[in-house]
C-alpha cells in the first residue's frame, strides 16, 4: 500500500492550494482518512479527517478555512485549503486506516509529505 502525496507548493497569504492524496495498492477497504502536518520545529498535528461515514473533524485553527473530501471510486482523499496564512506553513501528510484484505484490523498508513509555503 502507498499514499502519494501532491499540490504542495509556495502561494501568497490570502491564497489557494488543493493537496491530494492517491492510495494504492492492495486494497480491501480504506476506513479514515486525514491529513496531519508538522511545522518547522513543532509536533505533528492534526489537521482534518473524514470516516468512511463522511463525519468529519477539523483542528480550529483551519476550521472554514479548510475541507477535507474523500473520492472512494479513486481513494483519494483531497485537502482544500483557502485564506491561507503564513502559520499554514509546514509539511502536510496523508494518513489512512487501510485493511488490505477482509478480517484483519486496518492499518495505519502514512504518505511521504508535500511541502506548503504561505508567503506574507
Known amino acids: 500500500v502507498q499514499l502519494q502525496a501532491s499540490g504542495g507548493g509556495l502561494v501568497q497569504a490570502g491564497g489557494s492550494l488543493r493537496l491530494s492524496c492517491a492510495i494504492s495498492g492492495s486494497i480491501f477497504s480504506i476506513h479514515n482518512m486525514g491529513w496531519y502536518r508538522q511545522a518547522p520545529g513543532k509536533q505533528r498535528e492534526l489537521v482534518a479527517s473524514k470516516t468512511s461515514s463522511s463525519g468529519t473533524n477539523y483542528a480550529d485553527s483551519v476550521k472554514g478555512r479548510f475541507t477535507i473530501s474523500r473520492d472512494n471510486a479513486r481513494s483519494t482523499v483531497y485537502l482544500q485549503m483557502n485564506s491561507l496564512k503564513p502559520e499554514d506553513t509546514a509539511v502536510y501528510y496523508c494518513?489512512?486506516?487501510?485493511?488490505?484484505?477482509?478480517?484483519?484490523?486496518?492499518?495505519?498508513?502514512w504518505g511521504q509529505g508535500t511541502l506548503v509555503t504561505v508567503s506574507s
Open positions: 494518513n489512512a486506516d487501510i485493511k488490505w484484505r477482509a478480517g484483519i484490523a486496518a492499518y495505519n498508513y
